[in-house]
């Protein structure tokens, strides 16, 4: 659900408003600024639905939004409510980030801005560097929060992430202004919280400087993790084919360049950071692996076979219960749907096919072992444990269900239609099978 009025002709500037102590400065400062230069500003909310005051706060914003219109600043409410609850074992605040940032992305376009201002200080900078160093962060951690990056089409500011906090609170005692207080700011159960409260106060007496030295490493970090990409993309241009990952030519960096590779390849790959576990783990095992298997998550694996490391998605289960052997007509083209096979079979036209009739009268079976395949006209059935290695078809890609016609097999998942049944008389134009593990295409 999102409130608020139509977009302004007006050029637009987006800030993230919260309510809280430091969006409150942020907006008001940015509207002053806008009514002098004749910007609309838009307070863009987020109501999480996780605390019980959310609704309050919501009032609250669109109370001040209304009484800063009436003294003439350019500013008006747009507010969402998230949908849903973490999964279980989500983190609540991972979550609420997430979330966040694509409703504050989603309110930002249809308002018609093209950046998003956000209220971090040099406070909030600090902590974060902080706490990912106490999750075992690299440099692309330690970098913190950028002062301005874009992401989806849009920039993200941060122009007070130099500012101390105590700049902050000068400027909303200077301008009287009222805010909310988030009792999460305090709840000791979220791990910036328990920072705030029982870390920094003590980490601030023993070492005044600890704020300002964060951030120096924040930017240090940034200017590292810069260079690491830089290097990541020449030995990806050099060790990858498509999305293939070429192993024995990664085993020839440099001790010191194989992880950081690596790291960069399964962050393509992936869409995300990998897990520090399964980098390690791929590091440990990678250059003794032959063919190999490393589970991602529950949908997806990394798979290593003749050389190359590749993203598949998880291999159905074994079929269920009576699914060893079904009848089917597949006399005529479509999609059949096999959900006990946990995939689809296509039927299509092909210049060698087989007629209609011999798809007819059909059976599914899994394979017993002992069955025979024939590739090619003239070319001898072999097993088809040999034809897959022939073929280089991977253990993981023979999944779906064996085709028999008249009690002869007919097709096989990844080898197609046994060359015995296209025969001078049916090697014409025709009926093939292709098979789509997982869903239909």
């Known amino acids: 659900m999102v409130r608020g009025k139509a977009a302004s002709a007006r050029p637009v500037v987006a800030v993230a408003y919260s309510a809280g102590r430091d969006s409150t400065a942020l907006l008001h400062a940015i509207a002053r600024a806008g009514r002098a230069q004749g910007l609309d500003v838009v307070a863009l909310h987020v109501h999480h639905g996780l605390m019980p005051q959310a609704d309050q706060w919501l009032e609250w914003a669109e109370a001040q939004c209304r009484r800063w219109s009436k003294s003439g600043l350019p500013v008006r409410l747009v507010s969402t409510r ?72 849009l920039w993200w500011l941060r122009p007070w992430l130099e500012q101390p906090r105590e700049a902050v609170e000068a400027y909303v005692r200077q301008h009287k202004l009222h805010y909310v207080d988030d009792a999460s700011n305090v709840d000791a159960r979220f791990a910036r919280s328990r920072l705030r409260s029982a870390v920094w106060p003590v980490l601030g007496t023993a070492f005044p400087d600890a704020e300002a030295a ?38 020839k960096l440099s001790a010191a360049r194989q992880p950081n590779a690596l790291r960069a390849w399964l962050q393509g790959v992936l869409g995300r950071g990998a897990p520090e576990t399964l980098v390690q783990r791929l590091l440990d095992e990678l250059p003794g692996a032959r063919q190999a298997r490393w589970p991602v998550d529950g949908a997806h694996q990394l798979a290593l076979y003749r050389g190359r490391l590749q993203l598949h998605a998880m291999p159905a289960a074994a079929p269920l219960a009576g699914a060893q052997r079904s009848a ?65 078809i991977a253990a993981w890609q023979r999944e779906g269900p064996l085709v028999y016609s008249q009690d002869k097999l007919l097709f096989v998942p990844g080898l197609g239609i046994d060359a015995r049944w296209l025969s001078a008389e049916t090697r014409t134009r025709g009926l093939t099978l292709h098979w789509h593990a997982d869903a239909a295409p």
Request: charged share 30%; glycine share 8%.
């Open 328 to 392: 089917i007509d597949l006399s005529r083209p479509g999609i059949y749907v096999l959900p006990q096979w946990f995939g689809a079979l296509e039927v299509k036209h092909a210049q060698a096919g087989v007629p209609a009739r011999v798809l007819r009268d059909c059976t599914l079976r899994t394979r017993s072992g002992g069955e025979q395949f024939q590739r090619a006209p003239r070319s001898t059935p072999r097993s088809l444990k040999k034809q897959y290695q022939a073929a280089g």
């Open 214 to 251: 964060l951030v120096q490493v924040a930017r240090r970090a940034h200017e590292a993790n810069r260079l690491l990409a830089e290097v990541a993309q020449e030995d990806l241009e050099a060790i990858t084919d498509g999305p293939q990952l070429d192993v024995p030519r990664w085993r």
């Open 82 to 153: 998230l949908e849903g609850r973490p999964p279980k074992g989500d983190s609540v605040e991972a979550w609420a980030r997430r979330k966040r940032r694509s409703a504050l992305a989603r309110m930002a376009r249809e308002a018609g801005a093209s950046a998003i201002v956000l209220a971090h200080h040099r406070r909030d900078q600090a902590e974060t560097v902080l706490l990912q160093a106490l999750r075992g962060a690299g440099a692309a951690g330690l970098a913190a929060m950028p002062r301005a990056v874009e992401r989806e089409g």
